[in-house]
């Protein structure tokens, strides 16, 4: 069965409700009747509101970029996957590489403490039974950092990440998640991952899927590409075997972009 490709726009801390308005509103009308191409858009928090309206019976759906385990509670500063689901999201992002505190370029200094604010293997897998249980479904996200790469680890990063975030599912939800590869080096800095190479990395990732849940599994569960899609780009990568779509962050900000890529995922 060919897996239909996924598009998802992460605008991170980007666009005032004002702003999201605009960009969906442009959007709706660029990607109008493609329905052989799954759409989302994951704003702000505050703006879910507002952007679900706004793409209510259009083809675009919305996420959250980040949730919380539990129901309800004294948890400041969180969000439960079921505050999501109840204003319109049908999806919400775990384990993205700046939620996890990994990202790719940050001074020395900040870097020694970002990480404790970050999500680790064991909370993103818990995230993720918590998002089904809301009813959300999650695209969980893995990538190496650049001194992983260089030194040779980037698929014991993704074997050790997947393992654990990965684990536990029933094989409805194992085919249903969406697991998005985003080498953190090619996050926000143009430095796209080479096709081939992504298209390698996301087959490993759908042997350890094969190896954890069976090959219908494996066949079924869509990978997206993350990291520096751009629409020059988006066409050679979702041209890829085990590529079924891209995450995608500064491209998706910029409605024109955002249509090209959904439209090179056709
Ligand atoms: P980018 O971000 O497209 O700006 O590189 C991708 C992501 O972080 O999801």
Excluded at 13 to 37: C, F, P, R, Y
Excluded at 102 to 107: C, E, L, Q, S
Excluded at 204 to 226: E, F, H, N, P, W
Aim: proline residues 3%; charged residues 25%; aromatic residues 6%.
């Amino acid at each position: 069965m060919p897996r239909k490709p996924f598009i998802a726009g992460n605008w991170k801390m980007n666009k005032t409700v004002a702003e999201g308005l605009g960009l969906v509103d442009e959007l709706k009308s660029l990607v109008a009747g493609v329905d052989d191409v799954d759409i989302a858009v994951f704003p702000t928090f505050v703006s879910l509101g507002k952007i679900g309206e706004a793409i209510k019976g259009s083809n675009i759906v919305l996420g959250g970029q980040c949730c919380f385990w539990k129901e309800s509670g004294a948890w400041t500063g969180q969000m439960a996957p079921g505050m999501l689901k109840d204003v319109g999201c049908q999806w919400v992002i775990v384990g993205h590489s700046e939620t996890r505190g990994r990202f790719g370029t940050v001074d020395d200094e900040l870097e020694k403490l970002l990480p404790y604010f970050g999500e680790c293997d064991t909370t993103v897998n818990m995230k993720a039974k918590a998002a089904f249980a809301a009813g959300l479904t999650p695209i969980i996200a893995c990538g190496e950092l650049l001194a992983e790469r260089e030194s040779g680890n980037t698929d014991q990063v993704i074997a050790e990440q997947m393992k654990i975030d990965l684990a536990g599912f029933t094989e409805e939800q194992a085919a249903r998640m969406v697991i998005a590869y985003e080498p953190v080096w090619a996050i926000g800095t143009g430095k796209v991952c080479d096709a081939a190479e992504a298209d390698r990395v996301c087959g490993l990732i759908r042997s350890i899927v094969k190896d954890m849940y069976g090959a219908t599994v494996a066949d079924a569960v869509r990978i997206q590409y993350g990291g520096s899609v751009k629409p020059d780009n988006a066409e050679e990568l979702l041209s890829k075997e085990n590529i079924d779509g891209a995450l995608v962050g500064g491209a998706s900000l910029k409605a024109g972009d955002f249509a090209a890529i959904v439209k090179a995922a056709r």
